[in-house]
């Protein structure tokens, strides 16, 4: 899959086809771009490196910030002052923007610091960034788990310099600066110098070593060399005394000079940034071929945790690339915390836990059970530390600013992994904090009342009692899990008996028709509360648009009047979007697992596409790309139920590695469909699962359970031209 992932994905405006059939059905709320970058990355490491022009919202690329619609342009090309670090990966109005340790090789005056060049000739590879600059020095950058490598080619010059500007942080738009609180730099003697910038409340250190023979090596402050200077401290700086600092290396370059610069991070230190460097580049030796070779090895070694047979190039690209962006978030850091001393792992850039747990947390537990567990051992220590589950969490100090669009996530995935039994947690002490958690933000009004609003924390704080329960009935607590479980099933007070629907409410980013499909504990309980099976899939054929006439999508800067119809469509979002991503799964327990069929992939279809424009909406640190994984495998996890559901798949062979099996997914009857960009001018047939068998055995079941999976097995479909009866008796389970 490696030679199938294109970073350049997402990066733009999105730009695909038209879309035929259900999918034009579909109305898009949220930005039309998937806001990632394509710079250089490491698997769920620490470091990040990218062209920087200061746009919205990772650094990279020409868009101002936006928050529905077609993005307006910021800037008329492709540019950047500089290379920056620590970039988020494909958010939205996230507020922590990093971008710290600016890099630029300039063949200017100091004075034209900040000033942008045109970018040329972009290269980017898993592991690996490269471009051109109008100033004519061909920039190449790759990244290790805490380490960056820049290499620059210079052309001929008397007065070349490779500048680094520590003061540099956040983006060039209103209110996405980010100023540095306190900083120290420091000379080290020739070729080595290291900084510490206390950024959002941590203090970020970096090593750095330059390979630059008979340059002369400076500190520099408001552009203006610090001659003999070798240390500059800063103990309060404000947004009204800022000045930009740093330190730059200098001299005469011959034509084709290549001048290497190493740089480890830590966020323990200018000693912690050091070993870091040591450990991943080595000693005084230029390092950038090892490390990229190394990080590529990295990046192989995971996406080959899944394989794919058959399919249009266009469509492995795009599964390649999903699978890509799956694995760039969250960062990982190992014995890295700045808030607490122990050892252990450190995750941050949980970009939110409403993007990511119903997608992107059940694949890294399949395929990274490692770091999966990592993820969630960190969490359990920050709810220790700061006496709650984050619903978002970032390389920052500070209040959770993302409280309103959830409550109590992080239980879903503690118990699909206490369930699965192999991440080697406390889990007493970890149920401890589960049910702490349970009273956070909105969940002292659940306990008191059985009803909050928005009322989809309802459904959110009902789930997370229902998965706390599990937890706590396997661990014999049986009056805490009775308890618990009584108050799960308090779903129902979020629902209106008369309409099916979820109550009227405030709703984060859609209305009550997104939310109303969600996949609770108990389908079969909520089914009928909607009046059985046929009024309920009347009622997810209106939201899918089964009959509708097109929709237009929103343009650029949409009016309210244009935004307010969109939604009074009570429309599918169409993976624009997070709330209502895992609906078409609800057909399942309809029985009618054909439907959940035809708008998948009519989603997989025409919603994703090559080139820069080919995600239908912001990525939210592969949130949405995992969906594109799952689906395209056939199978989706329902986060908190240890549970997988059917559907057909898209490729005619797949071979998922989760954790120590192999799990393999084959199919008969699968016919090549080609993807919207592959020029299509219509609906392509849609596949529907005949029968299947699991390891030679009949499955008349849609479901199987995430042990199941994860211990390995042949999944074998057989698909069809038609609808079957198949999935319309045997329902996947419900509580009740």
């Not at 420091?186 to 510490?196: R, W």
């Not at 290549?258 to 000693?271: C, Q």
Request: charged share 20%; hydrophobic share 35%; net charge negative.
């Amino acid at each position: 899959m490696l030679d199938d992932i294109d970073p350049f994905i997402g990066t733009a405006a999105t730009d695909l086809p038209r879309a035929h059939g259900l999918a034009a059905s579909w109305w898009w709320p949220k930005p039309q771009v998937g806001n990632t970058h394509p710079g250089a990355t490491s698997p769920l490491g620490m470091v990040s490196a990218c062209a920087y022009s200061g746009a919205y919202p990772t650094g990279y690329g020409r868009y101002a910030k936006n928050t529905e619609g077609v993005p307006e342009e910021m800037f008329d090309r492709v540019q950047a002052s500089g290379f920056t670090h620590f970039q988020q990966s494909g958010t939205g109005a996230i507020r922590k923007y990093y971008n710290y340790v600016r890099v630029t090789p300039m063949v200017q005056p100091l004075d034209a610091l900040g000033e942008s060049w045109e970018l040329h000739d972009e290269v980017a590879e898993a592991g690996y960034y490269a471009a051109t600059l109008d100033t004519g020095v061909r920039c190449e950058i790759t990244v290790g788990p805490k380490t960056a490598v820049h290499r620059y080619t210079f052309p001929e010059h008397r007065s070349a310099r490779v500048v680094i500007d520590l003061s540099c942080g956040g983006l060039a738009i209103d209110l996405g600066r980010t100023v540095p609180l306190r900083a120290q730099v420091e000379s080290m003697g020739y070729g080595k110098a290291q900084g510490t910038v206390v950024m959002e409340g941590v203090p970020l250190s970096v090593y750095v070593e330059v390979e630059t023979p008979g340059w002369r090596q400076m500190l520099w402050y408001d552009r203006r060399l610090i001659d003999g200077g070798t240390r500059l401290d800063f103990d309060s700086i404000r947004h009204t005394n800022l000045r930009p600092f740093g330190m730059l290396f200098m001299g005469s370059a011959r034509p084709g000079q290549v001048v290497e610069i190493r740089m480890g991070f830590s966020l323990r230190g200018h000693e912690q940034a050091k070993q870091n460097l040591e450990r991943e580049c080595g000693t005084g030796e230029p390092a950038f071929n090892m490390v990229r070779t190394r990080t590529r090895a990295r990046w192989r070694e995971h996406v080959s945790r899944v394989q794919v047979e058959g399919g249009t190039g266009s469509r492995r690209k795009v599964f390649g690339t999903a699978l890509y962006h799956s694995l760039i978030k969250p960062c990982v850091a190992d014995d890295e915390s700045p808030f607490w001393p122990t050892s252990g792992p450190y995750a941050f850039d949980v970009c939110t836990m409403w993007d990511i747990y119903k997608t992107q947390l059940p694949l890294l537990a399949a395929i990274a059970p490692e770091r999966h567990a990592d993820i969630l051992e960190s969490l359990i220590r920050v709810c220790e530390e700061e006496g709650n589950f984050p619903i978002g969490y970032r390389m920052a100090r500070g209040a959770d600013r993302f409280f309103r669009q959830a409550s109590s996530l992080a239980h879903t995935a503690l118990a699909d992994a206490h369930a699965l039994g192999r991440a080697e947690i406390d889990w007493s002490w970890a149920l401890v904090h589960m049910v702490d958690d349970l009273r956070r933000m909105y969940g002292e009004d659940f306990f008191e009342h059985g009803v909050v609003h928005p009322i989809t924390h309802t459904l959110d704080l009902a789930y997370a009692h229902h998965c706390t329960a599990r937890v706590a009935r396997s661990l014999n607590d049986r009056s805490l899990a009775d308890d618990l479980e009584r108050r799960g099933r308090q779903w129902v007070n979020a629902f209106d008996p008369d309409t099916g629907l979820l109550r009227d409410s405030e709703f984060y980013e859609g209305g009550k028709w997104n939310y109303s499909f969600r996949l609770v504990q108990d389908m079969a309980s909520r089914i009928g509360l909607a009046g059985g099976d046929a009024a309920f899939i009347g009622m997810l054929d209106r939201f899918f648009g089964y009959g509708a006439d097109p929709v237009k999508q929103p343009g650029q800067c949409p009016q309210p009047a244009e935004m307010a119809a969109g939604y009074a469509l009570h429309r599918f979002e169409g993976l624009n979007n997070e709330p209502d991503m895992e609906a078409p799964w609800s057909y399942h327990w309809a029985g009618r697992p054909d439907k959940t069929a035809e708008v998948v992939q009519a989603a997989l279809t025409w919603q994703f596409g090559t080139g820069a424009g080919g995600l239908p909406g912001n990525d939210d640190s592969g949130g949405l790309s995992s969906w594109y994984v799952w689906a395209s495998l056939g199978l989706f996890p329902v986060a908190g139920q240890n549970l997988f559901l059917i559907n057909a798949p898209a490729f005619d062979r797949a071979v998922l590695q989760a954790g120590d099996g192999e799990f393999i997914i084959e199919t008969s009857g699968h016919r090549e469909t080609p993807i919207g960009v592959d020029g299509l001018d219509r609906d392509p047939p849609v596949q529907y699962v005949q029968s299947a068998t699991l390891n030679g055995e009949a499955l008349h079941s849609t479901h199987l359970s995430a042990a199941e999976v994860h211990r390995g097995g042949r999944l074998h479909v057989k698909l069809g031209p038609e609808p079957s009866s198949w999935g319309h008796e045997l329902r996947p389970p419900s509580l009740s």
